[in-house]
């Protein structure tokens, strides 16, 4: 089988959420390369923290995973926990008859709060799923002998749907050729190497082990390469205050190149003018910030919504294909 879904924005591309059938009910999920539970928010979810969201009910056709439990966590403090069931999940015409669905007992305030946003949809490897006592497996991971190619691309874009497609490579959505590289997968993310950063003919310095990484807005960089680029731009400074880099909005915002494969690609600088900082609309945030803490480089959304991503399982040793859009 193969499919395709709509990837949905929401305001400021902060998210991008896909429509989805858990138990023949459609949730929006944020689907999320960086991690690997499919959780929900679900009929089990207090009201005082579900209201205004898409529920999934399992009494219809869940089957309940007796003394199953899950706990997640994520880099910004988010996160929820709750129960496990066994139903039906269908993504752009792609169904997993008897896939784990996560239902959420509590969730935090983050999550309470986007209203928009059903749940994640893991797409990492199942090595890093946070069901006990025992690990289930991805949507991806559930469906991938199924499909009709073990990949599945991401083709983000700016203030605009793009597509997850599950199953097969759509030639009409990228320009020039794919690059490959190989993937480590031991931290269970989709992480490999990047190379040689530039802006304004400048180099700022290599990138090195980044991961893929959907279900972050920004790009998180060498702290070096980070303090680079804003040194191009007159007028930045790291506030605390904001939380990272700002910028007159005005600024002439320079396009980033990164080199991946051996092969050049660019994020527009416009993307990297992402959001206002404040409510006067003079100062803006950086869509690029520095990956203090973390241990490596996230590409995230900034990053992908320019380029068309083959994350692909057909051969023992998993890969990424990257091309321009
Ligand atoms: C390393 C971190 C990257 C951001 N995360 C995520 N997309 N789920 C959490 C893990
Ligand atoms: C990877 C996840 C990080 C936490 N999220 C959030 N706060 N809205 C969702 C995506």
Redo the contacts with the bound molecule.
Sequence with gaps: QSGSVAANPEQYDE?YLCPVQVGGQTLNL?F?T??ADLWVFSTLTPASESTGHAKYNPKTSGKAKSGYTWNIS???N?GASGTVYADKVVVGGVTATSQAVEAATSVST??MQ?TD?DG?LGLAFSTINTVQPQQQTTFFDTVKGTLAKKLFTVDLKAGTAGTYDFGYIDNSKYSGTITYVPVKTTNGFWEFTAGAATANNRSLGSVGDAIADT??TLMYLPTAVTSAYYAQISGSTNSADAGGYIFPCDADVPDFHIAIGGKSFTVPGEYINFTPADNSGEQCFGGIQPNTGIGFTILGDVFLKAMFVVFDQTTSAPRLGFAAQ
Excluded: K, V
Aim: charged share 25%; net charge negative.
């Design positions: 998210s944020d999320d960086g991690s994520y880099g910004d988010s983050q999550f986007d946003n994640l279900g972050t």
